[in-house]
C-alpha cells in the first residue's frame, strides 16, 4: 500500500498501536514501512496510536535524531494521537523517564522467582557451553543458574529470566500466520536488568506497552524471536498478551537488510535528493523479503 498518509488515527475503538522508535540513528526505508503498516493497521481499527520514543540506551540516542524522527515522520504523512508533543494519559512517553515503572515490574519478577543474578561473565558462560549462541542469546548451563530467594532486589547486578526448558512458545502472527519457538533451545535465559541500572530491551518493552495498554504490536521481523521472550514476560506478571504484527524488512541490492549501524542511506537523504514520500514507500516495498526465521511453524 504506497501513497503518502495523512491525518491522526482518531480514537473510536480500543485498539490502541504504537509507534516505537530508537533515535539512536536517521530513520530509513525499512523504518518507513514499518510505521506505515503501524498507522494502516491503527486507521482501519479506528482506534489510537501512540508515538513512544525507545531512548533507554543513553549513549547511542540523541536529542537531533529525536527531533529528526519527529520530522521524518511529518514528512510521510504518519500522525499519531499520544506522545510527542501531543502528550496524553499514560506518558511519560520517553522510555529513558519510565524507570520507575520498569523497575517495578523488574522487582515483581524477582518477588515471583522468574529472574535470578548472575554474575557469570560472557566469557566464562562460553567456556562451559561452547557452540551454544543463536541470535545473540548465550545459553545459561544449569550450574549458572540461581534462585532469586534470599537475594535483595538489587539493581546493581545483571538480573536474567529463567526460561521454562521446554516450553513451546506459540502465537499467530499478523504477517506470518503462526510462529513457535521452544524455550532452552531456540534461546535461553535472557538479560531483564544491568547491572548499570538499566532495564533490557525486553523488559523496557514489555512494562511500557502494558503500562501504555497496547492491543497490537507492530514491528520489523527481526523481532521475532524477542516475542517469544516478551510473551513470557507478560505471563509471568500476569498481563494478557497483545496480537504481534511483524513487518518483512526491507533490504538493500546486496541482500543485507537496511540498518542504522550500517548506514543505510536515509530517509533525510532521500529527502534531499528529491524523493517523495510515494517514491520512498514504493521503493521499500520492492525491496522488502520475508527472511528465514529459525522456529517458525
Known amino acids: ?18 509507534l516505537a522508535p530508537t533515535p539512536s540513528g536517521m530513520l530509513h526505508a525499512g523504518h518507513a514501512r514499518t510505521f506505515r503498516e503501524a498507522w494502516v493497521r491503527a486507521h482501519s481499527e479506528k482506534g489510537t496510536l501512540v508515538l513512544r520514543m525507545e531512548d533507554i540506551d543513553r549513549e547511542r540516542c540523541r536529542p537531533e535524531y529525536e527531533e529528526a524522527v519527529l520530522e521524518d515522520l511529518a514528512w510521510m504523512g504518519i500522525r499519531w494521537d499520544e506522545g510527542g508533543f501531543r502528550g496524553g494519559e499514560y506518558g511519560p512517553y520517553r522510555q529513558s523517564d ?16 522468574f529472574v535470578y543474578p548472575s554474575d557469570a561473565s560472557r566469557k566464562e558462560i562460553l567456556a562451559e557451553n561452547p557452540g551454544r549462541e543463536i541470535d545473540g542469546g548465550v545459553f545459561f548451563p544449569g550450574n549458572f543458574r540461581k534462585s532469586a530467594a534470599g537475594y535483595t532486589p538489587r539493581t546493581d547486578v545483571n538480573w536474567r529470566f529463567r526460561v521454562p526448558d521446554g516450553r513451546r512458545v506459540v502465537f499467530k502472527d499478523g504477517e506470518r500466520g503462526t510462529v513457535s519457538y521452544v524455550a532452552g533451545e531456540d534461546f535461553g535465559d535472557f538479560l531483564i536488568w544491568r547491572k548499570s541500572g538499566s532495564p533490557s530491551y525486553e523488559l523496557a518493552v514489555v512494562a511500557d506497552d502494558i503500562a501504555m495498554k497496547i492491543t497490537e504490536v507492530v514491528r520489523g521481523e527481526d523481532l521475532l524471536l524477542s516475542t517469544a521472550r516478551q510473551i513470557l514476560i507478560y505471563e509471568a506478571v500476569g498481563a494478557r498478551v497483545p496480537r504481534f504484527c511483524h513487518v518483512p524488512l526491507v533490504c538493500e541490492e546486496s541482500g543485507a537488510r537496511l540498518s542504522k549501524t550500517a548506514k543505510s542511506v536515509s530517509i533525510r537523504e532521500l529527502r534531499e535528493k528529491g524523493w517523495t514520500p510515494e517514491e520512498v514507500f514504493e521503493w521499500a516495498d520492492h525491496r522488502a523479503k520475508l527472511v528465514e526465521v529459525p522456529g517458525e511453524s
Open 1 to 18: 500500500m504506497g501513497g503518502k498518509l495523512t491525518g491522526v488515527v482518531g480514537r473510536q475503538s480500543g485498539y490502541r498501536g504504537r
Open 98 to 113: 519510565r524507570l520507575k515503572e520498569h523497575e517495578r515490574v523488574f522487582r515483581s519478577l524477582i518477588k515471583s522467582g
